[in-house]
């Protein structure tokens, strides 16, 4: 099948440039670091007062600064998506590599799945291999397991698909480094639209919620990043939240109070296909 | 197969502007089977435009035509077809071998004949030794015998090599012509795009001479070169004197000698009488053919004026 031909050629391509070594060590880096931080994070004292225990209180802190952790890491997920995508098309293009390759029996339509497959491919087997490394480091050091891993990493591999999705439709009309700067500029773009939508909904503000909302509609990577982080909280986290104030926690960029819902979700799925047809169409129109 | 297959390639009126710039300004041809056929012109008269054209690289704004029966681009005609791109760019980062497999595949050649399809290939273009080399390591001239290799693979019944010798050296260029050869002798159809009058004479069965989008000529070599012409080297020539030679055909000066295309032999003893009845000093009158060199000067300047 093309298709498949097309991504185990994209994923060849990714370790002959020798980009799997480098995410094993930036990987094994992250991981020992972080290992260490999290082990000194262990060997704290922690006084508490009123009827917290130590170890409520430690895996507590130990919770939020994963929380913060895994947004560094969906931050490097996302950069990765946007830069790894933007060449696999646009550099065929640019080069004229393309043209023998299309001169084939061989579908516009099967030559960008392909490649969208092949960065999907490559993008989710990193997140979820460092992803679960990472957990079962933090688990060895401190002894704490966030309440629903699997679908915090899940949503993290959806945040990058989205993005990899939008850079690889980019690339098929512009150059690979102005794709992965856009991708890169309206990831962070919406990143602070979720902000501004949170403090709306903190503070009642309907017209900053809306903006919010557009947002997350025109770009679900935030709303995926929020949906990963519910997963990530323990009861306590959720229930101050919850004593605190109806949305207070949406003000901060680091919390969520509630899962995503499943019409969003499907959002997301639809999202991804629309704008890989997008994509489609715009290659499919294009001049060689 | 039942009936006529028809040609390799027809084209119909098409049509291709980027722009305000005409790139194909109504190509009307057709290429026999099983030839070696010339795609001639001037950098820029469109060649490479008409190739990515017939592959469905590129939409013709208006006109359509068919390769191997089939509408243009169609994905059944192109598993059987071979494109050796003007630029030949290949993945640099496979080994000649593996870029030979991947086409392969591609192509849709079934799996067990694979392995013999690329030794042929790398046979067939000298390049069996340095198979396993990266092929970014490769020279110019390698990377363009690769590319032919590629184009190749599966014995196509169609192939369309865009200058397919741009890079290489004499050497180079001596051997892709029994290279052409054999194709033919095979049964394959071949397209050649090339600038190279040589090239173009040695190999080709038919010639299309095309400028600014155009065929201004076309057939066998014969047929294009079969307007023979008289040199003639004259003294105390006058105005008369050239408005007489000028009745005996389409004339050409070229220092001392003047040409007169389409005075056929018969007609020499005449033109000499009348001219040295005249008054005209004939020094020296050779009856010849015309080279594929100066049939193109004449066609494309012709045109460009």
């Keep these: 099948m093309i298709v498949l031909t097309i991504a185990r050629l994209t994923l060849a391509e990714a370790a002959r440039r020798r980009l799997f070594l480098v995410l094993i060590i930036l990987t094994a880096i992250a991981v020992v670091l972080t290992g260490w931080g999290f082990s000194q994070l262990s060997s704290v004292n922690i006084r508490t007062g009123g009827d917290v225990t130590p170890e409520a209180a430690r895996s507590l802190v130990v919770s939020q600064v994963l929380i913060l952790v895994t947004f560094m890491f969906s931050f490097v997920l996302a950069l990765g998506a946007a830069f790894i995508s933007a060449p696999v098309m646009a550099e065929d293009l640019e080069s004229g590599v393309i043209l023998a390759v299309l001169a084939r029996p061989v579908r516009r339509v099967e030559l960008l799945l392909g490649k969208w497959l092949g960065v999907l491919i490559l993008i989710a087997g990193y997140a979820v291999i460092s992803g679960v490394i990472e957990l079962l480091v933090v688990d060895l050091t401190t002894g704490y397991v966030p309440p629903e891993p699997v679908q915090a990493v899940v949503l993290l591999v959806a945040e990058a698909t989205v993005l990899l999705t939008l850079t690889v439709a980019l690339s098929t009309r512009i150059s690979a480094i102005a794709s992965g700067i856009i991708a890169v500029v309206l990831f962070g773009v919406t990143w602070i639209l979720g902000i501004v939508g949170g403090i709306g909904d903190a503070f009642d503000t309907p017209q900053l919620s809306f903006v919010g909302s557009v947002g997350r509609t025109l770009l679900p990577t935030d709303a995926l990043w929020r949906g990963a982080v519910f997963h990530l909280e323990p009861a306590a986290v959720l229930l101050a939240y919850e004593q605190a104030g109806r949305n207070v926690a949406a003000i901060f960029p680091f919390a969520a109070t509630q899962p995503l819902a499943p019409a969003f979700v499907a959002w997301c799925a639809a999202w991804v296909g629309i704008v890989l047809g997008i994509g489609w169409l715009s290659f499919r129109r294009r001049e060689l | 197969m039942p009936g006529d297959p028809g040609p390799a390639i027809r084209t119909d009126t098409l049509v291709k502007r980027f722009g305000s710039t005409t790139a194909l300004d109504g190509l009307t041809m057709a290429v026999p089977r099983g030839e070696v056929f010339g795609f001639l012109g001037p950098n820029g008269a469109g060649k490479t435009t008409a190739v990515k054209v017939m592959l469905g690289l590129t939409r013709?704004?208006?006109?359509?035509?068919?390769?191997l029966g089939r509408p243009l681009g169609d994905l059944g005609a192109r598993r059987r077809v071979?494109?050796?791109?003007?630029?030949?760019?290949?993945?640099?980062?496979l080994s000649g071998r593996e870029l030979l497999l991947l086409h392969c595949r591609l192509a849709r050649i079934p799996r067990t004949h694979h392995a013999s399809a690329v030794a042929e290939a790398l046979a067939l273009v000298g390049l069996s030794e340095r198979g396993d080399d990266r092929v970014g390591g490769y020279s110019k001239g390698m990377q363009q015998r690769l590319g032919v290799g590629a184009a190749l693979l599966g014995r196509p019944e169609l192939v369309f090599l865009d200058e397919p010798t741009s890079a290489l050296d004499p050497v180079g260029r001596m051997e892709m012509r029994p290279l052409i050869r054999g194709l033919r002798d095979r049964g394959t159809t071949v397209f050649l795009n090339s600038h190279l009058l040589t090239e173009v004479e040695q190999v080709c069965?038919?010639?299309?001479?095309?400028?600014?989008?155009?065929?201004?000529?076309?057939?066998?070599?014969?047929?294009?070169?079969?307007?023979?012409?008289?040199?003639?080297?004259?003294?105390?020539?006058?105005a008369a004197s050239r408005a007489?030679?000028?009745?005996?055909?389409?004339?050409?000066?070229?220092?001392?000698?003047?040409?007169?295309?389409?005075?056929?032999?018969?007609?020499?003893?005449?033109?000499?009488?009348?001219?040295?009845?005249?008054?005209v000093r004939v020094y020296a009158v050779e009856p010849r053919h015309e080279s594929l060199e100066e049939r193109f000067s004449a066609l494309v300047s012709r045109t460009a004026a």
């Excluded at chain 2, 013709?60 to 390769?67: F, L, N, R, Y």
């Excluded at chain 2, 071979?82 to 980062?93: H, K, S």
């Excluded at chain 2, 038919?206 to 003294?235: C, N, P, W």
């Excluded at chain 2, 005996?248 to 389409?262: A, M, P």
């Design chain 2, 60 to 67: 013709p704004t208006a006109g359509d035509g068919e390769i």
């Design chain 2, 82 to 93: 071979g494109y050796l791109p003007e630029l030949f760019r290949y993945q640099a980062w």
């Design chain 2, 244 to 279: 007489l030679v000028a009745g005996y055909g389409e004339v050409r000066e070229d220092g001392e000698w003047l040409f007169v295309r389409g005075l056929v032999e018969d007609r020499v003893p005449a033109i000499v009488e009348a001219l040295v009845a005249a008054g």
């Design chain 2, 205 to 238: 069965d038919r010639v299309a001479i095309v400028d600014r989008g155009k065929v201004v000529a076309m057939g066998t070599l014969d047929e294009l070169l079969a307007a023979r012409e008289v040199a003639l080297r004259l003294g105390g020539l006058d």
